[in-house]
């Protein structure tokens, strides 16, 4: 099993709404990342998280969250998020190399 | 043809020819290359890797060429199809690369079109 899923497809949430995107795999990969991604451009890097512990945080806004519950799953936490945050979010999973796998992505869009 | 600026980049090419994806990567130290296809609605898919002791490597109706004393990475690939039409990404890895963990920086991608 080579997949990513993500949960759900689409999300449409106003400014003072709390929801959550979800990923799973089951491929046994022990890193896990979330990107987002804006129209016509490529993914940028917001978390990553290397044995179900946060390694990289990109410098992104308090109002995203993420959390590890077990090296299978990742999620991100939205919380009064702004319009300029509706974007296309990617999870990809990696075991010991660059090549990570990665979802179909959430279309987030905030009104 | 190509087309820049606040666009996509974009390759229009013939089904059958063949195509070239051009890709400049910033970091000189950088060990590991990446391309990656993104079709419409869906996340980017793996095609093909390059580690930077190589200067190419040949999958399944791809090439990878990396020059790396001007830092450019190309991806060919063969006899097109429309099912090739995507959006194709370079992403580069860093050196001293350990553990599980790989932090890719992407390029700006290139939008190919394949015309039936």
């Known amino acids: 099993d080579t997949e990513v899923t993500q949960t759900p497809k689409h999300l449409v949430m106003g400014m003072t709404n709390k929801k959550s995107l979800k990923c799973e795999q089951h491929m046994g990969h022990r890193a896990m990342y979330w990107y987002k991604q804006k129209a016509k451009k490529p993914p940028e890097l917001m978390f990553v998280?290397?044995?179900?512990?946060?390694?990289i945080n990109e410098s992104v806004p308090s109002r995203f969250s993420p959390e590890c519950p077990n090296s299978s799953l990742l999620n991100l936490h939205l919380h009064a998020l702004q319009p300029e945050d509706s974007a296309l979010y990617l999870c990809?999973?990696?075991?010991?190399?660059?090549?990570?796998?990665f979802g179909p992505g959430t279309r987030l869009t905030v009104t | 043809g190509e087309s820049v600026g606040l666009h996509l980049p974009t390759l229009s090419v013939q089904e059958g020819d063949n195509s070239i994806i051009n890709c400049a990567y910033s970091?000189?130290?950088?060990?590991?290359f990446i391309w990656y296809k993104q079709e419409s609605g869906k996340g980017p898919q793996f095609i093909i890797d390059i580690r930077s002791n190589m200067d190419k490597r040949q999958g399944q109706r791809v090439t990878v060429l990396l020059n790396k004393t001007v830092k450019h990475l190309s991806l060919q690939i063969a006899a097109t199809q429309p099912g090739d039409s995507a959006v194709y990404f370079c992403?580069?890895?860093?050196?001293?690369?350990?553990?599980?963990?790989?932090?890719?920086?992407f390029g700006k991608g290139t939008k190919l079109s394949v015309k039936p």
């Open positions: 990809a999973s990696s075991q010991t190399t660059y090549e990570q796998y």
């Open positions: 998280y290397s044995y179900e512990k946060l390694s």
């Open positions: 992403a580069e890895g860093p050196e001293n690369y350990g553990g599980s963990q790989g932090n890719l920086i």
């Open positions: 970091n000189s130290a950088s060990d590991y």
